[in-house]
Nanobody
Framework: QVQLVESGGGLVQTGGSLRLSCVVS????????TGWFRQAPGKEREFLAAIRWNDGITYYADSVKGRFTISRDNVKNTVYLQMNSLKPEDTAAYYCATGLPRVPARPNEYNYWGQGTQVTVSS
């Protein structure tokens, strides 16, 4: 059973940075894709970025391109999301997910999800 655990969320001021971590365990996921999503209250889950474990190919939503960077550490089985120049509208619960999505931006194509970590950006 694949498990994902996010960490690194918190309260940060506008313009600040945070690095989220997603530790993946419990399975053979070398061929998988791990993605980051967020969901604010009353809104749909939004794709942010994804990365392929085997070759490091990345995918980004246009809304975060240039501000957020996804990376992975194959030794630590961890995917990171570096978030810079944070804005109040980035406030949300952030989730990582893994699986074999045909389209990495589609949340319903991921098989496993973490519990989420809250990011709050104050103005």
């Amino acid at each position: 059973q694949v498990q994902l655990v996010e960490s690194g969320g918190g309260l940060v001021q506008t313009g600040g940075s945070l690095r989220l971590s997603c530790v993946v365990s419990g399975g053979t996921f070398f061929s998988y894709v791990t993605g980051w999503f967020r969901q604010a209250p009353g809104k749909e889950r939004e794709f942010l970025a994804a990365i392929r474990w085997n070759d490091g190919i990345t995918y980004y939503a246009d809304s975060v391109k240039g501000r957020f960077t996804i990376s992975r550490d194959n030794v630590k089985n961890t995917v990171y999301l570096q978030m810079n120049s944070l804005k109040p509208e980035d406030t949300a619960a952030y989730y990582c997910a893994t699986g074999l999505p045909r389209v990495p931006a589609r949340p319903n194509e991921y098989n496993y999800w973490g519990q989420g970590t809250q990011v709050t950006v104050s103005s």
